[in-house]
């Protein structure tokens, strides 16, 4: 009789087992459904929106009119009317043939120097990447930075002390009595070319033959022509005349590398004469040499670096010298000062150079209203939130040197040739920028104020000139250059 009951109950013992376990879980899921959200209540944050602003045309983008801007004379205006528009200091395009965010004002000059090798790196269009190859310019990361600081010393105080204080005022003696001395007129940009590709020969590379140096200069220009255009290797193109000038520059650096290396290998040379022998004699922090290739396109760079922009702010600076006659009495005072304190025939010392601080601020004045380097490319390393706006990774971004320095907010009267601006501390951080910030400071910097200010001391006491073309245009391609050269009518002072 058990087993009988039991036979007859079990599958009704089971049935209510079941489901009183399907109860209790019921039970425990509203339960634990009361302690959540629904799904529609929870604080999801939303995808970053990408900056306001339009790609333009398919392929070309907004690129037309961004170099239509700058060939105006007012590279700022693509930037400011665009700012204008969507109401935003941040704003994306399409340059290059790449999507591009544009960060504006001292605090996107800020973020972009303070974050590289960070979240952004040193970025430059296909056609410069091209022509340079690979260089400090064009090598992110650790070793760019390696080479970066085997060039270092040769753009310090010291070097300049011991290598070239004297070189840069025989240089520009010897260039003024060549081509100013005598001369009733002349076109101030492209004798000023001589003077800085000269220096920059000589500095370098050692190289002083007058026949090889006017070669270079001939390539150079052509050279210059396509560095920032677009990468079409097509005949007739700008970059198509560029590429060609630059492998026949390169044959004849690397001739001049390969007789420096023999020069070395026969004690004939000194490691320390110049920037090439360095590069040639100096290991890296690895222990590495640079290979002959490499060295060839660092001494390209600094032979570009080191006399284009400083060709355009010694321009500029004589054009601004005769627009503004108080200025240039104020500047004469200090340099005939200067030249007063020194025997006859005397170089020009360090100590020298320190005592024209008015002259440096006048200097500085010129290229806060004509920057040399009017902006800069940046590529986003990871996913960046800037403003409140997505930068994806990838993405490359863009700085404009003169929407900054011509600010209103940020310099009163910003369109007044005003020296006075330098004074004591002088601009707020991130708003004079001609020589960019951060760690990619441009190199150059103290070079280039020793490089204008020896050529200021001898041009401003030895004449006085005037503008023959006063409403002369500006063109930026991509430096400000007179259109026409800056002529002038020049007479002796004494």
């Known amino acids: 009789m058990e087993s009988s009951y039991s036979s007859v109950y079990d599958p009704w013992i089971m049935m209510i087992t079941a489901l009183l376990a399907l109860l209790l879980l019921g039970v425990l899921l509203l339960l634990f459904g009361m302690g959540r959200k629904p799904k529609s209540q929870l604080k999801v944050p939303p995808p970053l929106p990408l900056p306001p602003g339009s790609y333009g045309w398919p392929f070309v983008g907004e690129t037309g009119e961004f170099v239509h801007t700058r060939n105006t004379g007012y590279p700022e205006k693509f930037v400011r009317e665009r700012m204008a528009r969507y109401g935003s200091d941040v704003f994306k395009t399409s340059l290059l043939g790449k999507p591009m965010a544009v960060l504006c004002g001292a605090a996107g000059n800020k973020f972009l120097f303070s974050n590289e090798n960070k979240s952004v790196a040193v970025w430059w269009p296909a056609s410069v990447r091209a022509l340079l190859g690979e260089c ?8 760019g930075m390696m080479m970066r600081n085997m060039v270092s010393y040769f753009v310090t105080p010291d070097a300049f002390t011991k290598l070239y204080i004297q070189t840069m005022d025989i240089v520009s003696r010897q260039h003024i009595h060549t081509y100013w001395q005598d001369k009733e007129e002349l076109k101030v940009f492209p004798a000023v070319k001589l003077y800085t590709f000269e220096l920059a020969c000589r500095l370098f590379m050692s190289v002083e033959e007058a026949a090889q140096i006017n070669k270079l200069a001939a390539l150079f220009n052509v050279f210059l022509g396509g560095i920032i255009s677009m990468a079409v290797d097509f005949p007739g193109t700008r970059f ?12 004849e650096l690397k001739m001049v590398v390969r007789q420096r290396r023999e020069a070395l290998a026969q004690n004939a040379a000194l490691a320390s004469q110049d920037l090439l022998t360095h590069l040639l004699a100096s290991p890296d922090e690895k222990g590495n040499f640079m290979s002959e290739d490499v060295i060839v396109n660092n001494v390209l760079l600094l032979l570009f670096a080191g006399h284009d922009t400083s060709s355009s702010a010694i321009t500029l600076l004589i054009r601004a010298l005769a627009q503004h006659p108080q200025v240039l009495e104020k500047v004469v005072r200090e340099q005939e000062e200067i030249s007063a304190s020194k025997r006859a025939g005397e170089y020009l010392q360090w100590e020298d150079i320190q005592k024209m601080k008015y002259s440096w601020n006048v200097v500085c004045e010129t290229m806060r209203l004509w920057p040399p380097v009017i902006g800069s490319f940046r590529e986003a390393l990871v996913d960046i939130n800037y403003g409140g706006y997505l930068i994806p990774k990838g993405w490359k971004l863009y700085w404009s040197a003169p929407l900054t320095q011509t600010d209103s907010s940020l310099f009163p009267d910003s369109r007044a040739f005003d020296p006075s601006r330098f004074q004591g501390a002088g601009p707020a951080p991130y708003t004079f920028v001609p020589f960019g910030g951060g ?34 245009k500006l063109i930026y391609d991509p430096i400000p250059t007179p259109e026409r050269g800056l002529p002038i009518r020049i007479h002796p002072r004494h």
């Open 439 to 472: 760690p990619r400071m441009c190199l150059g910097k103290e070079f280039a104020r020793l490089e204008i200010l020896t050529f200021l001391h001898n041009i401003v006491t030895k004449f006085t000139w005037e503008l023959l073309i006063p409403e002369e």
């Open 240 to 251: 198509y005349k560029a590429k060609r000038a630059t492998a026949a520059i390169k044959r």
């Open 136 to 143: 400090l310019a064009t090598t992110p990361g650790v070793e």
